[in-house]
């Protein structure tokens, strides 16, 4: 124990030049490189608010006309109100495309109710296993859709309603509900005569 305590303190000061020098890089790194850019014109923040409203409202019906619980529905519209930010408020962006929508909404809730299945027992580890591996998945097939962790983390911990419907929840309420913001962003953004509000920018 005494050698481990005279190691401890010949190595400190290195430990603390070290601790420095990593703060100071941090800190570095941190700087700011630009400004935050101008309010979009009021237009696009209609479309998309227009968009948005459009898209939850029939997400939120599917939910009812399922019959989740409060809360299991609550978490869906978490889910699908992350993506109606990207489509309606982001259309051009990559994240937004059709195929990162669907695509990263399917694989996440098939790789949640996959983990749900296999580790009910350990729902910390398997929280934690569903949003990270439906990560390295949309990455994998080019389909990285940020909602799409809520997506299978939700299958995880979204509750008996969500439990009992298995592999069938990729189909409705992910897929179907996907499906319908897909619809009202093809309708919404394409209403807009601005040339540079277009959806999408590419299919697949």
């Known amino acids: 124990m005494w ?3 005279r190691a401890l303190q010949v190595l400190s000061p290195s430990l603390s030049c070290f601790n ?4 100071r890089l ?3 790194r941190m700087t700011a490189t630009s400004q935050c850019p101008p309010r979009k014109p009021m237009r696009k923040i209609l479309w998309s608010l227009l ?3 459009l898209g939850i409202y029939l997400v939120a019906m599917i939910g009812k006309s399922i019959q989740f619980d409060p809360l299991t529905n609550l978490f869906l519209i978490g889910s699908f109100g992350a993506t109606a930010v990207l ?3 982001a259309p051009l962006a990559e994240f937004s495309q059709p195929r990162n929508l669907i695509g990263g909404h399917v694989f996440s809730a098939i790789v949640g109710v996959t983990v749900a299945k296999f580790l009910s027992a350990d729902l910390m580890l398997a929280c934690a296993l ?3 591996v439906s990560i390295a998945v949309m990455h994998l097939t080019r ?4 909602p799409g962790g809520a997506t299978a983390l ?3 911990i979204g509750g008996d309603s969500i439990q009992q419907l298995g592999y069938y929840y990729v189909i409705s309420p992910v897929l179907l509900g996907a499906s319908i913001m897909l619809l009202v962003g093809l309708l919404v953004n394409n209403l807009s005569r601005n040339p540079k509000r277009h959806y999408p920018v590419y299919w697949w």
């Open 143 to 146: 389909t990285l859709h940020p």
């Open 26 to 28: 941090l800190i570095s």
């Open 20 to 23: 420095g020098s990593v703060m």
């Open 3 to 5: 050698s481990i305590f």
């Open 154 to 156: 939700i299958a995880v």
């Open 51 to 53: 968009g948005s409203f």
């Open 87 to 89: 489509i309606y408020g």
């Open 130 to 132: 569903a949003v990270s």
